[in-house]
């Protein structure tokens, strides 16, 4: 919201779904229904997961290139998938070493 100026009751209007919603979204209070999520992450351009991922940096979520990712990762065949998630698994080991 900060990123694009929108106010809560402004998303909330595009959203379909009410300004308190979108407020106990902001505060983390009561676990919001999937489908309101779903209807504001909308607002933005983001699929679901790309608002609920906590620390997800938004340049990623402009650019399309996680969203692919992910698209890709998810066409992949089953023994590709283990590959990708192995690889990850050591990038990311390496980086918690290297950082």
């Known amino acids: 919201m900060e990123e694009?100026?929108?106010?809560?009751?402004?998303?909330?209007?595009?959203?379909?779904?009410?300004?308190?919603?979108?407020?106990?979204?902001?505060?983390?209070?009561h676990g919001p229904r999937l489908d309101h999520?779903?209807?504001?992450?909308?607002?933005?351009?983001?699929d679901l997961w790309q608002l609920?991922?906590?620390?997800l940096r938004s340049d990623l979520k402009q650019t399309g290139a996680l969203a692919r990712l992910v698209d890709l990762?998810?066409?992949?065949?089953?023994d590709?998938?283990?590959?990708?998630?192995?690889?990850?698994?050591l990038w990311h080991a390496r980086q918690q070493r290297a950082g």
């Not at 009751?9 to 209070?29: L, W, Y």
């Not at 990762?73 to 089953?78: A, G, I, L, V």
């Not at 590709?80 to 698994?89: F, G, K």
């Open 37 to 46: 999520v779903d209807a504001v992450a909308r607002v933005f351009g983001l």
């Open 80 to 89: 590709a998938q283990l590959h990708i998630l192995q690889t990850a698994e």
């Open 4 to 29: 694009t100026k929108l106010s809560g009751p402004e998303v909330a209007r595009k959203a379909g779904v009410s300004p308190k919603t979108v407020n106990n979204m902001v505060n983390g209070r």
């Open 73 to 78: 990762y998810s066409d992949s065949p089953p």
């Open 52 to 55: 609920i991922h906590p620390g």
